[in-house]
């Protein structure tokens, strides 16, 4: 099993669909997770952090399931300007030192 | 505020030249990192460095070293290239450890290079 797994996609969607993404991670004792943002060509952004109870940055909403190891991003009402490549980040060897990055998922929201 | 800056944006490269890859970042972060990014891959950690003077290897440092003389600056050297490093490069540096709750990593740009 990959240490951060990711649906590569593309994940093909009308303007104003919601969206979700799910990564799932290999060690149960990960503490750390985020969402990046990378559109064509570009470095990647920080999007969210995501915390334990769930947390929301307006349209975004990023949520975390230690049960089934996996973190989720929800975009809702999504604009054009949401087509980008999502990175999921986790912190998988113990400590914070390092994040192990997935692959992306790519999204492309259609007129 | 510039962030990271790294420089060259593009390089094309013969088999076993060598060359470095500049990486400067304004925001006085300690933690600084080098990731390489293939088609359809994750990003890869290359070598990381925690504080001026202080650097470590990542998950794929074969063929590449670092340096970190002051908190500013982290040069990656790629010694006898080889076609398996043509990748696109990212330099990143971040306030706390990479991995604490809570915590941004900064990338640079992006260095496109081709090895042939």
């Known amino acids: 099993r990959k240490e951060v797994e990711q649906d590569p996609g593309p994940f093909n969607v009308p303007e104003g669909a919601t969206v979700a993404f799910n990564c799932t991670y290999s060690?149960?004792?990960?503490?750390?997770f985020f969402w990046y943002r990378q559109d064509c060509r570009k470095e990647p952004k920080l999007l969210m952090s995501?915390?334990?109870s769930g947390n929301e940055d307006g349209r975004f909403t990023a949520q975390l399931n230690r049960a089934s190891q996996y973190i989720s991003l929800l975009i809702r009402d999504s604009k054009l300007s949401d087509s980008a490549t999502y990175l999921c980040?986790?912190?998988?060897?113990?400590?914070?030192?390092?994040?192990?990055f997935g692959t992306g998922t790519k999204l492309q929201v259609i007129p | 505020n510039a962030g990271v800056t790294q420089t060259p944006k593009f390089r094309i490269l013969k088999i076993g030249q060598s060359m470095t890859l500049q990486c400067t970042q304004d925001?006085?972060?300690?933690?600084m990192y080098w990731y390489r990014q293939d088609p359809g891959m994750g990003l890869k950690l290359i070598y990381y460095?925690?504080?001026?003077?202080?650097?470590d290897k990542g998950e794929v440092p074969n063929g590449y070293n670092v340096s970190r003389s002051t908190t500013e600056d982290f040069p990656l050297r790629l010694e006898l290239a080889a076609p398996s490093q043509t990748s696109v490069y990212f330099c990143?540096?971040?306030?706390?450890?990479?991995?604490?709750?809570?915590?941004?990593?900064?990338f640079g740009e992006g260095s496109w290079l081709t090895v042939v």
């Open positions: 060690n149960s004792a990960s503490q750390s």
């Open positions: 995501v915390y334990s």
């Open positions: 990143a540096s971040s306030y706390l450890t990479a991995g604490v709750p809570g915590n941004t990593i900064y």
């Open positions: 980040a986790v912190n998988i060897k113990e400590g914070y030192q390092k994040v192990t």
């Open positions: 925001m006085n972060h300690n933690y």
């Open positions: 460095s925690v504080g001026a003077g202080i650097t």
